[in-house]
C-alpha cells in the first residue's frame, strides 16, 4: 500500500475556495488540514495515491501558469506548491517495501515566464582542418518581396560592402537566425571541397628526414 503525506502551500490566498472544492471533487478518503499561514495556506493529508489528477484540475483554471518540477531561480511566482512524501513504510499487496527511507518529491505551479527571442548566431564561424583554423562568414542582407511585400533577410555570396552587385543565393528568410543557417548550409560544399584541397596539399608536402652523420 502506498503511504503518502501530501501538503499543498497556496500562495493566494483568494483561491483557497477553488482548491478546496477541487479537493471534494477527489473525495479525499481521510481529514484535510488547513491553516492559514497569513501570507499563504497550508492544506494537508494523507493518502495511498499521488492526486496528479486533483493537481491537474485545479492547475487548468489558471492558463498563464504551469506545472514544473524544477525552481530554477528561485524568483518564480509560485502560485501552488505541492510537496509529496513517500514513507518508507509504503509497500506492495505482499507486504515488500518500495524504498528503504522516505521519498520527498516537490511540484510547483508557476506562471509562465516570457520566453526572450534568441539572439541570432554570430556570421562568422570557423572550421578547423586539422591543426589549422579557417574563418567563414555568411553575409546577409535585408530584403523583402516585390509582390508581397514581405520583409526578412537574403543571403549574398560576398560582401555587400566590397561588392555592391554581389549575387543573391538564398530566398527570402522571416528571420536573420534562419538566413543565418540557410547561408551555413549552402556553404558546406564549398568548405567540404577546400578541405579536400588541404588534404591534397598536405600529401605533396616533403616528410622531414634525419641526416645520417658520415
Known amino acids: 500500500m502506498l503511504i503518502l503525506s501530501i501538503n499543498l502551500t497556496l500562495y493566494n490566498k483568494d483561491h483557497i475556495k477553488l482548491l478546496l472544492n477541487t479537493i471534494k471533487q477527489h473525495k479525499i478518503d481521510n481529514p484535510v488540514y488547513i491553516v492559514d499561514l497569513h501570507q499563504t495556506v ?31 531561480s528561485g524568483q518564480e511566482d509560485i502560485l501552488l506548491a505541492i510537496h509529496r512524501n513517500q514513507s518508507a513504510f509504503s509497500s506492495d499487496n505482499w507486504g515488500r517495501r518500495w524504498n528503504e527511507d522516505d521519498i520527498h518529491k516537490s511540484t510547483y505551479l508557476v ?36 509582390d508581397t511585400g514581405q520583409k526578412g533577410y537574403l543571403v549574398v555570396k560576398d560582401d555587400p560592402k566590397v561588392n555592391e552587385n554581389t549575387e543573391i543565393i538564398s530566398s527570402l528568410k522571416i528571420t536573420r537566425t534562419d538566413a543565418f543557417w540557410e547561408g551555413y548550409r549552402l556553404m558546406m560544399p564549398e568548405i567540404d571541397k577546400a578541405y579536400s584541397e588541404y588534404k591534397k596539399s598536405k600529401k605533396k608536402k616533403p616528410k622531414p628526414r634525419v641526416e645520417k652523420n658520415e
Open 42 to 72: 497550508s492544506v494537508s493529508f494523507d493518502s495511498d495515491y499521488e492526486q496528479y489528477e486533483l493537481i491537474r484540475d485545479f492547475a487548468v483554471h489558471f492558463e498563464d501558469y504551469e506545472l514544473t518540477d524544477d525552481i530554477e
Open 111 to 146: 506562471k509562465i515566464k516570457e520566453q526572450r527571442p534568441a539572439s541570432p548566431p554570430n556570421p562568422v564561424f570557423w572550421a578547423l582542418f586539422g591543426d589549422e583554423i579557417k574563418e567563414y562568414k555568411v553575409h546577409i542582407v535585408p530584403g523583402h518581396t516585390p
